[in-house]
């Protein structure tokens, strides 16, 4: 996975540099949207996906007649929440991370309106991390709910182990363009961690536990050039 990463990254660094004959333009931008996430864990772990929000600052800079580069900085809540199928029970562990997606961007269309592909890496650096719980989740051996059921709890109190994150994000969407220098998009985005937030030493709970995201958001550009 390593290596896909890698590949990305020359594959966005090659787009942004290629066929300077064209006259480029640079837009700047914000968004904001909704996430639904969850964490990868091996062994599994009962779970459903955690909604949050994220919101950023765009770079858009277009050097050929369908590719460009984008660069984002943004901050996303991640996490995961777990199923207690009909029980009464709820608990949720959201992370806030900074993130920064370097991404190629392939469009389509017209002057009005334009399919759009971003694909590259994206590093995070966590923030913050918050546990919203309605029982003792620190002493959760002890409730019958728990002692009759054959979950796995321990991810429920694990420290963090790792606060910088890197992985993969691909996301399609359409921008309509207002006048020449005012445009609208909208999109939806995967990513995808390659870093575990637990400990995962041969010793411990879980050998993964990584991150998976799904973004839905809408931006707005103003071109500058």
């Not at 969850?38 to 994220?54: A, E, I, L």
């Not at 806030?96 to 190629?104: G, H, Q």
């Not at 606060?163 to 999109?187: Q, T």
């Not at 939806?188 to 050998?207: A, C, E, M, Q």
Request: net charge negative; aromatic share 14%; charged share 15%.
């Amino acid at each position: 996975m390593r290596f896909i990463t890698f590949a990305l990254f020359v594959l966005t660094v090659i787009a942004a540099t290629a066929q300077t004959h064209y006259e480029g333009s640079i837009s700047v931008g914000g968004k904001a949207g909704a996430t639904l996430s969850r964490v990868n864990f091996n062994p599994s772990v009962q779970q459903v996906m955690q909604p949050g929000m994220t919101a950023g600052v765009m770079f858009r800079y277009i050097e050929e007649k369908n590719f460009g580069l984008i660069a984002e900085l943004n901050m996303t809540q991640r996490g995961w929440k777990e199923n207690f199928e009909e029980s009464n029970y709820n608990y949720s562990h959201r992370f806030t991370y900074i993130e920064l997606p370097i991404m190629t961007h392939i469009f389509f269309g017209n002057q009005r309106v334009k399919g759009f592909f971003n694909l590259g890496p994206e590093l995070n650096v966590m923030i913050g991390n918050g546990i919203s719980s309605d029982f003792d989740y620190q002493n959760a051996a002890d409730l019958d709910y728990f002692i009759q059921d054959t979950r796995h709890i321990e991810q429920m109190t694990l420290d963090i182990n790792n606060r910088f994150d890197y992985g993969i994000c691909a996301g399609a969407g359409m921008e309509i363009n207002l006048n020449p220098k005012h445009s609208l998009l909208i999109e939806g985005r995967f990513y995808y961690g390659l870093t575990d937030v637990f400990p995962n030493h041969k010793t411990d709970i879980f050998s993964s536990s990584n991150s998976m995201t799904i973004n839905l958001t809408l931006g707005y550009f103003y071109r500058l050039k």
